[in-house]
């Protein structure tokens, strides 16, 4: 989402749907395999979100039964993320909403980080209230309207304003300058994570009560809660340049991944399989699903796919 707008984990089979993309800087914290001499291992950076830890469950998976690799993962804030992997700690992140700054610094300036293409998702970040609300208040999906409904958005976090929730405050997020900028009389409220966020829609949904909220796609929530975006002023390039002057709908963004630029050229076939690894979005939020909803492990719902999908992934072995 320009993004989106997030732990050190043994392995993806005990990866559990964790409680947000606030986790903690590791970036200090190296895997225990990392730079072990002739190891044959990869360390992966694992987004706190559950369409990451998808792509890093089926990734793992892979890697340890296809090509003989030992792997380990550690969780990382977005921004932080980018420090580990220039610094060797992790090899590759495979889910960036896009960091600008970051780039420019590390893939341009000082070409510690290598590209590693597209992941074959694209991403967008969004304002929604529930499909439910929207069918009875049509005009609650322009933003020149949310004010006329901003009494019933409120909630004891948001006080005398409407709520609009958020996820975690590590999140790429432009929400704060949207409300000021768009004059909206609305409070930014943080649940603190994506586990936590989700479970407050669930719960809003069980009551069929109206809420605002940051949200993104892919997202496998759309399936069980379905959700209408409220439409934004048009994004245009540079308009969301200026942080505080926000004034602009979120981007569409293809999502990309990225590699330690050491690893990126010595890294083998490790490496190789990486830059290949791309599916759809509808890959994702199949493995997603597994995770968050039927409370599969990360590692069982990676066989699962990859027992259903051969054809797809065989390509990025070869």
């Known amino acids: 989402m320009r993004v989106r707008k997030t732990a050190v984990i043994a392995a993806a089979s005990s990866l559990a749907l964790l409680t947000g993309c606030g986790a903690a800087d590791m970036t200090k914290q190296a895997s225990p395999f990392a730079g072990a001499q002739g190891a044959k291992t990869v360390t992966l950076s694992v987004q706190s979100w559950v369409g990451a830890q998808s792509n ?37 992140l495979l889910e960036d909403w896009g960091h600008p700054e970051q780039e420019q610094r590390y893939v341009k300036d000082k070409k510690t980080i290598a590209p590693g293409g597209e992941l074959g998702v694209t991403g967008h970040i ?16 322009n933003w020149k309207n949310l004010n006329k409904y901003a009494d019933q958005f409120r909630t004891p976090e948001s006080g005398s304003k409407g709520q609009l929730m958020d996820g975690s405050p590590s999140y790429v997020t432009n929400d704060k300058a949207l409300v000021k900028n768009l004059k909206l009389d609305y ?28 949200w993104y796609s892919p997202q496998w929530l759309f399936e069980k809660v379905p959700m209408t975006e409220v439409k934004l002023p048009p994004y245009k390039e540079g308009c969301d340049a200026d942080p ?23 890294g083998g076939k490790a490496a190789a399989f990486l830059k290949k690894f791309t599916w759809t979005t509808e890959d994702q ?34």
């Not at 969004?126 to 999906?141: E, I, L, N, Q």
């Not at 943080?190 to 940051?214: D, H, N, R, V, W």
């Not at 699903?289 to 990859?306: C, F, G, N, R, S």
Request: net charge neutral; hydrophobic share 40%; proline share 5%.
């Open 126 to 141: 969004g304002w929604f209230v529930p499909t439910y609300f929207a069918k009875k208040h049509p005009d609650v999906t």
């Open 244 to 266: 505080e002057k926000v004034a602009c709908a979120y981007p569409h963004t293809p999502l990309q991944k990225y590699l330690n630029a050491d690893f990126a050229k010595n």
């Open 187 to 214: 409070q930014v409220v943080f649940a603190g994570s994506e586990a936590a966020q989700i479970t407050q829609m669930k719960q809003f949904a069980k009551e069929e009560k109206p809420f605002l909220t940051y």
């Open 285 to 318: 939020n199949e493995v997603s699903l597994m995770i968050a909803d039927k409370k599969m492990t990360p590692e069982d719902a990676a066989k699962k796919w990859v027992d259903s999908h051969k054809s797809t992934w065989k390509k990025w072995l070869s």
């Open 56 to 92: 890093v469950a089926v990734a793992q998976y892979l890697l340890e039964h296809e090509l003989g690799y030992r792997v380990d993962t550690v969780q990382v804030d977005e921004v932080p993320a980018w420090d580990a992997l220039s610094q060797g700690r992790v090899d590759a």
